[in-house]
């Protein structure tokens, strides 16, 4: 199980540097979008696993009791140019994330963009981009310098494709969850009504 | 092209014999209740095919305006007594429309059951049976003569598993939207106003 | 249950002029591409309603033993240079359906369409159009003379936005799958074999 | 940004101490039954967060090479006695993965069950259990002493409900996805090839 075991090290250590290195003026801002988001529509837009992580996100905006979709479920409502949408999206570039966020900001909607490459396609449309650190199928945005090197050489880290980036994504926004409960005054209580009865 | 074209005239004479077969008062009573849902939430429920006849069912009660969910996908919000769920499945026996239907009656929601098996598991607890004439993956509800019969003999229908009911179901849904729109003075440009713009 | 009935009406003849209208080249065209794809990949995609009745095909596809899978779910492999898209989208115009048929353009793989709008984006692109009629959101594809008209005069049709459309496709694809039974010598029971047990 | 930030410090460091109580024999057997099923199925089936962790895990099977399927999603094939069911719910009572490991059991299927209730209704029925520590909406499987409780005396956690079970069963399935590229004998670049190349 060593293989397992210096995983599991890998990507908690790397989540605790990305949480560190967060840009706090780039979360601040998130929040107070989302907290001005309470007459608004929010639309979670991710493919694959940056999608999953998405939805787990949209689910709890849902508990804190924010009016939230997840684009290309059934139930899609109009977006319009009060409404605001979180792309998330590790190399700046998946393409349904891209062409949402386009025609969100034909609408006039707001688009802020989850990722570790600011720069890239998505980032140069975003009105607030909150980069997060870590490895993303494209390899890593930066110089890191990682457990993974010693282990491994000719693999940047032991996690495969976006592996990395899709754990960062997950702690943090469920961090930024608990943040903002706090500043609605949520408890958890609060959040469990609103929780699915039926599954 | 021989199979086509008479499966194509199986499923449309069928559909055409099924509605016209609809008791119209259980039809007038599932629009009663689906009028009287305005200010609650409504749930569709169905699994594979008789799913996607009920999700696009969900998608036009948005556009109409209702608080509808499919249960499943990522925004299903808490299910309480004064809410409606609306399952859909030919044989009345699927199992997580059945489970999502007792829980839902355990909550004191009120349970519509769009079926061609009335006396199923799913009919046993339902507040309200829409019957709808159409072969399943059962096998037909009761005696019918079809044209199928003439072609194949050894098969019931040239259409296989549920399809026809799945086909008669669609129309049936569809129908009731008109019928919906017109009961609540609906154009179709309010619908469209409700409709996804990003997609 | 004035507006039930008609729209069931215009909904079953309208689709039944839609299949007597189908240009049976193109879909001989159609039958002969999945066929020839027993060892490839096939690709459905459509958004929205569109989307359900791809699914609603795709499973189909499934139960007859091909290789099959809807763009967007979780299990997506990788799609290659002999692989198959088969895009549904009445206006011919949706951006998820271009964007991920122009991105198999680009790698090779070849592209069906069916649509109502032969002359769109979409129909641009593909290898092969299969047409039916029906009026989609952007209203009918061309003149036509519906039941409708006497009704309603300032709507096209009763039923909105595409749901003329998405049942004429339903049943074109529902009996599509019944030819392709008979030419692959399939009988019910091989395709109950196939479908889903755990439900 | 003090609750983002003790979030961030609870989830990694619960993190951390659920992996390394892993009962490691569990784990191993885990391992075992997945490399055993390269010739079979595998169906993840999981609901709500749970599942989108479920799902993440289903695409880096298939990313694997494994056949592999999300129960409830459109491609689900049949079930048979040989095929392997992973089952995620932090309470072991989640309906919908019940009654479908239920069937699972009934067909023969083998059942797999990743919580951190063992004593519950999905443990019960499991043919072999992984526990993982970890809150769940139901509270803590047993005790345990965390950084919340110094925070907030009231609630045991910061984070609400079982973002904690997800977080840690994320980071779990992550890291034996890597564990298997070892065993397996796969590079990333091999795992990249089976990705999605329509997205």
Redesign the interface.
Known sequence: ?K??????EE??SG??KA?SELD?NQ??KFIQIILDSKERKI?VVG???SG??G??F???L??LGFN?????????????KEDL?IAISGSGT???AL??SS??KE?GAKVIVVTSYPQSPLGDLADLIVSIGGRT?LGWPKEENYLARQLLGE?ET????G?IF??NC???L??????L??RLGK??EE?????????
Do not use: C, Q
């Open positions: 199980m293989w397992l075991k210096a995983a599991a990507i908690l989540a605790k949480i706090m979360v601040e639309f493919v694959g696993r999953f992580v939805r787990a949209a689910l709890r849902m508990n939230v979709y997840f684009l290309g479920e059934t139930i899609t409502p109009a977006a319009g949408i998946t393409k349904f062409t949402a025609t969100a609408i199928k693999r032991l996690s495969p494709l592996s899709e754990n997950m702690v943090l469920d961090s930024l969850v608990v943040e409960m706090h408890t958890e959040l469990r009504k609103l929780h699915a009865t039926i599954e």
